[in-house]
């Protein structure tokens, strides 16, 4: 990998593949050792759709790359300042124990913390 100043090192993510074929399955890296980053294709069940989408990198995209996704979708030429878990906690519906039934419940009754 090449950092900010054209250094080259070695990253300290760590990944697993598939026994079988070979495909890649997910990513951990100790710099955000809370959170396991699973490869899309490795994902077999079916997903809801996103509330949005982010395109990161688009400075680094091949040229033939045709950009897809929806007016008003967020484009960055690198990263965006937030995290991917600060993107999810921004976006994520709310929790059925979330949702007040009124406002008795909501007064007296807080959110489980996420």
């Given at each position: 990998?090449?950092d900010?100043d054209?250094?080259?090192?070695?990253?300290?993510?760590?990944?697993?593949?598939?026994?079988?074929?070979?495909?890649?399955l997910?990513?951990?890296?100790?710099?955000?050792?809370?959170?396991?980053?699973p490869?899309?294709?490795?994902?077999?069940?079916?997903?809801?759709?996103?509330?949005?989408?982010?395109?990161?990198s688009?400075?680094?995209?091949?040229?033939?790359?045709?950009?897809?996704?929806?007016?008003?979708?967020?484009?960055?030429?690198?990263?965006?300042?937030?995290?991917?878990?600060?993107?999810?906690?921004?976006?994520?519906?709310?929790?059925?124990?979330?949702?007040?039934?009124?406002?008795?419940?909501?007064?007296?009754?807080?959110?489980?913390?996420?």
């Open positions: 990998m090449l900010k054209g250094e080259q090192h070695q990253s300290a993510g760590q990944r697993d593949f598939c026994g079988v074929c070979g495909g890649a997910w990513m951990w890296d100790p710099t955000w050792p809370d959170l396991v980053h490869n899309a294709g490795a994902i077999d069940t079916p997903l809801p759709p996103p509330p949005a989408n982010v395109h990161a688009l400075d680094s995209k091949a040229s033939w790359v045709r950009m897809e996704g929806k007016e008003g979708d967020e484009r960055y030429d690198t990263f965006p300042d937030y995290s991917l878990a600060e993107w999810h906690e921004k976006h994520a519906p709310p929790r059925a124990d979330e949702v007040a039934t009124g406002p008795d419940k909501a007064d007296t009754e807080p959110a489980a913390p996420r």
